[in-house]
């Protein structure tokens, strides 16, 4: 994320008749980058286009708002209620891109900000010990024809291992198989491969968040970088096909 000023609100602080204040101002904005003015746009220009331009500031609001319309910036952060106003009656499309200061901050927080998930413990399972009526499923059934016998056929009855997360109910799922080291040539039992079958969260402990099992240490962990939830594998390499909740 990159925070710029334009230079236009640089020409209209420097209209400021207190040159200690003028100082202070200008030298906040060398702090960020600089967003410079389209060449040849004229008053006249952005009256036309954002309505009338009576005073100087006025045709620095409307410079604003132009860079804003071209795709400058994607927002406009200030606390000038004329100036939200004005974005308002160009469109309303403008109008949702110029935020207050409280409206920018909770935009950094919601896009940035990490959601916190507690969990409780997890445990070791075995697969036939958790019912296929339980809501941990349902999203795998809607999107995986065939995946109540696909659960039993190669989970339930090879007897697979599986980690779960208990929160008043299954908040997590992993189904594991304990690879050995010959297929993948490993030279000590350190070196035996976990293999991921898949793993499911449930939506009503996750909120929209992916989660990805880390099998070497049986935890579930929410990423930093948004997971690839579009495939899953099963034990034999085929893709399954799976929507995100």
Known sequence: MDIFVHEAARDDIGRDNNAERRRISLSKLSKFQLITKV????????????????????????????ALKIGAADF?????????????????????????????????????????????????????SIPLTDTIFDSLREDYVGFDGWWTDKCVKQRRPCWIVEDDGVAGLLVRKDETGGR?????????????????????????????????????????????????HDVRGADIPYRSS
């Open 76 to 128: 406009l952060v200030t606390q000038d209620r004329r100036l939200h106003d004005r974005a308002r009656r160009h469109s309303a499309e403008i109008g949702r891109r110029v935020l207050y200061v409280a409206d920018a901050v909770q935009l950094l927080r919601t896009t940035f900000e990490p959601i916190e998930a507690p969990i409780r413990f997890v445990e070791e399972v075995q697969t036939h």
């Open 39 to 66: 060449r040849g746009l004229t008053p006249a220009n952005r009256e036309a286009e954002f309505g009338l331009l009576s005073k100087p500031n006025d045709v620095v609001d409307a410079t604003l708002l132009h």
């Open 184 to 232: 993948h040539r490993c030279h000590s039992k350190a070196q035996q491969d976990t293999q991921d079958l898949y793993v499911q969260g449930s939506p009503r402990k996750a909120g929209d968040q992916d989660w990805r099992a880390t099998p070497e240490e049986g935890i579930l962990v929410r990423p930093t970088q948004p997971v690839r939830s579009d495939l899953r």
